[in-house]
């Protein structure tokens, strides 16, 4: 039997692997205490990633035990420790002790690879749907907290004042963010995302994954057949010992935006898919946008049955009879591959004669539920979509038909 590496007869020395951050205290440093002791009042040398060293002391010692943390007066080798008294503190660091303080081997964390523009809620609902941080002000404080946290979270200000571009390691990060804002009460509107690409000479890469998917036997040619067509190339297969099989794909960052939902999909709920960054390669010119337009309203009021009634022929349907609209706001899909501006909110004209049938029920198809996941993969760059507590609804980046078109006279 090996012996532990832990050793509390030497200096101190630890790694964060988490921030954390402490409304009172303000960020702590999460890691296991690799060597040595640590008190509470003790100085304590915060050894940087480029080699650089800060003093300081420590302020607080919270110690995890199960599921709780615990504030300690010290704490030694081998416990999983929470200290605060350090100032910028990064993940990689070394927290030790003593006259020449050692750093540790650092942890290396990947890159971001796409981004997104968080604002502030602009429609013409903002506000009505019980959202209690409306404002920009509410939404970089907000942002700027979670990068203190979240290592693998960057925000960066837009020109202009505009909104704030967040970047993370996939759109499964983002939409937790955003999942999470929505549920502590933010409104906000946020853009398609976009690969985050690397220039290198005259050379553009785009990122790539490594996906890794678990399905069973029947759904194997079903799923190799989506990943086909979002430009994976299998570079692994084999069967597990449960009578699964498992797959490897190395796939462009965009060309996965939706692909988890479609597995589900797909697989029923049983498929498990794990993707994790693999390398830098040749940007390819293929697109992978969307082959379709979408229903845009022209006027702003309550949908009405009679006019989705004449509309659900003409593609998938996103809202209900009663659902409150605005000029802009995109409630379905266009069939053909156009931009499509309709009015959701005609009302049947009443007049003396009646029609053979005209007493029958409209009946109008269920609408698709508007999910993170689809929003994501379906939005393109023209458009937002926007985020309430109670609702998740499309847009145009420009409301008004006119500014469209005078933007793409511009743009064309």
Known sequence: MLPPLADPAKPFQMLVTLLDYDSYVGQMAVGRIFHGEIRKGEPLSLVKNDGTIEK????????????????????????????????DVQVGNTLATGDRPEPLPRIKIDEPTISMVFAHNSSPLAG??????LTSRHLQERLE?????????????????EGFKVSGRGELHLSILIETMRREGYELEVSAP????????????????????????GYQGAVIEALGKRKGV????????????????????????????DLLQLTRGTGIMYQTFYRYQKYSSDSASRQYGVLISKTTGRAVAYALDGLQERGEIFIRPGDQLYEGMIIGVNNKG???????????????????GSDEAIKLIPPRELTLEFALEFIADDELFEITPQHIRLRKRYLSENERRARGRRSG
């Not at 009505?128 to 941080?133: E, I, K, T, W």
């Not at 203190?148 to 960066?156: A, D, F, P, Y």
């Open 56 to 87: 300081g002391r420590v302020t607080k010692i919270l110690q995890y035990r199960g599921l709780t943390r615990v504030e300690v007066e010290s704490a030694r080798a081998g416990d999983i420790v929470s200290l605060a008294g350090m100032g």
């Open 145 to 161: 907290r979670e990068a203190l946290t979240n290592v693998g979270i960057k925000v960066e200000g837009e020109r202009g004042g």
């Open 194 to 217: 976009r690969v985050i690409l690397m220039q290198i000479g005259e050379q553009t890469l785009e990122p790539t994954e490594e996906v890794i998917v678990e399905v069973d036997q």
């Open 234 to 261: 299998m570079k692994d297969m084999n069967r597990t010992f449960i009578e699964t099989v498992r797959m490897s794909f190395i796939v462009p960052t965009r060309w996965l935006f939706g692909f988890r939902s």
């Open 128 to 133: 009505r749907d019980g959202g209690r941080f």
């Open 338 to 356: 156009r931009d499509l501006v309709v009015n959701a909110t005609r009302e049947k004209q009443m007049t003396n004669i009646r029609a053979a």
